[in-house]
């Protein structure tokens, strides 16, 4: 069966640098698109990033562009967020989650398989 | 980016009633769009795609429908089972989109 585990998470202080990761299984990762959406606590869920089956496209929130890169290892059936410059406003759990169509790269579908999620606190 | 409001942002409803959230796009999006739900504490899950598709597992007194602009998520004869948060979410545009979220309670 499909599973995605978030791990990374934890509190960091405005300014500093976090890598989330999002390790696969149960699914052939190489051939699908993956995302990563966040929920602010208590809050609705805002999309942030995905990536295409072969890493050729990716795309990323207009208001996370520069502070947030999305990237994949296929050999490690790994996905990765990586937030620079992190704000209050960044606290939120954030889940992966698998797009429903294979080999997704120009365009994107919904989401069939999320993760648990990993909770951001930024916070001093 | 595309924006999707989503009403009402909560309701109450008895077992049994039909319950009815709708998502408006702020351009067309041709059926691009899926509804989840959330319960506490949980991923979110999908209930339908492609506008009207119902995923596998999920119960028949969910529908979606719409087209254009405009789309709808019908429950009916609404269980105790169905208390959650449901989700609108566009993905025509690359830079997809939720709605803000309808919170259903049970009477």
């Known amino acids: 069966q499909v599973q995605l585990v978030e791990s990374g998470g934890g509190v960091v202080q405005p300014g500093r640098s976090l890598r989330l990761s999002c390790v696969a299984s149960g699914f052939t990762f190489s051939s699908y698109a993956m995302h990563w959406v966040r929920q602010a606590p208590g809050k609705g869920l805002e999309w942030v990033a995905v990536i295409a089956y072969d890493g050729g496209n990716k795309f990323v929130a207009d208001s996370l562009k520069g502070r947030f890169t999305i990237s994949r290892d296929d050999s490690k059936n790994t996905l990765y967020l990586q937030m620079n410059s992190l704000r209050s406003e960044d606290t939120a759990t954030y889940f992966c989650?698998?797009?429903?169509?294979?080999?997704?790269?120009?365009?994107?579908?919904?989401?069939?398989?999320w993760g648990q999620g990993a909770l951001v606190t930024v916070s001093s | 980016d595309i924006q999707m409001t989503q009403s009402p942002s909560s309701l109450s409803a008895s077992v049994g009633d039909r319950v009815t959230i709708t998502c408006r796009a702020s351009r067309v999006i041709a059926n691009s769009l899926a509804w989840y739900q959330q319960k506490p504490g949980k991923a979110p899950k999908l209930l339908v795609y492609?506008?009207?598709r119902l995923e596998s597992g999920v119960p028949s007194r969910f529908s979606g429908s719409g087209s254009g602009a405009d789309y709808t998520l019908t429950i009916n004869n609404l269980q105790p089972e169905d208390s959650a948060t449901y989700y609108c979410h566009q993905y025509y545009s690359p830079l997809q989109t939720f709605g803000q979220g309808t919170k259903v309670e049970i009477k």
């Open positions: 989650a698998k797009d429903f169509r294979v080999y997704s790269s120009g365009s994107f579908q919904n989401f069939d398989h």
């Open positions: 492609v506008a009207s």
